[in-house]
Antibody, heavy 116, light 110 residues
Framework: EVQLVESGGGLVQPGGSLRLSCAAS????????MTWVRQAPGKGLEWVAN????????FHVDSVKGRFSISRDNAKNSLYLQMNSLRAEDTAVYYC?????????WGQGTLVTVSS | QSALTQPPSASGSPGQSVTISCTGT?????????VSWYQQHPGKAPKLMIY???KRPSGVPDRFSGSKSGNTASLTVSRLQAEDEADYYC??????????FGTGTKVTVL
């Protein structure tokens, strides 16, 4: 059974940093692109970033470029999202999902709240 | 990249059908057959219902079907059931490793 479990969310002040993690199991992690998608409270879904199987290619939505960085550790079957210079508008539930062109499995999400 | 346009709401009685539209541009929906649909119940993660315009993942009832014409994709839920009440989002590949989601549609079973 495919499982994706996010962790690392919480309350952070504007300008602060957080590192989200996503632990994958039930499939061969290094065979798949992986993606982060976020959802602000009461709002729709927004694609944030994705990363190739070997980590050699990474892409981020314009609104987070230079602030967020996606990475992975295939030995640990884990996906990460390093978030720096956080803003109030980054407040959202962050989901990891298996990709590349269809997001076929999702984690339960982790809530990031940026507030003073 | 602008969000794909969906109607905010749709409704139907049990047993009826409801169709949700998803309108994009020639740069996303109109140019790629990588349109997906996701169902999201309150407080839950999205669930894939349709991929590549009209394909159903294993375990998704055949009451769910997808299609596309030009820059608009559609999701039809036939024989509505109470458990179909949820938010539905479309998504499309938009080239250059960009993806765009729809604005979301709340489906109510009357």
């Amino acid at each position: 059974e495919v499982q994706l479990v996010e962790s690392g969310g919480g309350l952070v002040q504007p300008g602060g940093s957080l590192r989200l993690s996503c632990a994958a199991s039930g499939f061969t992690f290094n065979n798949y692109w992986m993606t982060w998608v976020r959802q602000a409270p009461g709002k729709g879904l927004e694609w944030v970033a994705n990363i190739k199987q070997d980590g050699s290619e990474k892409f981020h939505v314009d609104s987070v470029k230079g602030r967020f960085s996606i990475s992975r550790d295939n030995a640990k079957n884990s996906l990460y999202l390093q978030m720096n210079s956080l803003r109030a508008e980054d407040t959202a539930v962050y989901y990891c999902a298996r990709s590349p062109l269809t997001f076929d499995y999702w984690g339960q999400g982790t809530l990031v709240t940026v507030s003073s | 990249q602008s969000a794909l346009t969906q109607p905010p709401s749709a409704s139907g009685s049990p047993g009826q059908s409801v169709t949700i539209s998803c309108t994009g541009t020639s740069s996303d929906v109109g140019n790629y057959d990588y349109v997906s649909w996701y169902q999201q119940h309150p407080g839950k993660a999205p669930k894939l219902m349709i991929y590549e315009v009209s394909k159903r993942p294993s375990g998704v009832p055949d009451r769910f079907s997808g299609s596309k014409s030009g820059n608009t994709a559609s999701l039809t839920v036939s024989r509505l059931q109470a458990e179909d009440e949820a938010d539905y989002y479309c998504s499309s590949y938009a080239g250059s490793n960009n993806f765009v989601f729809g604005t979301g549609t709340k489906v109510t079973v009357l």
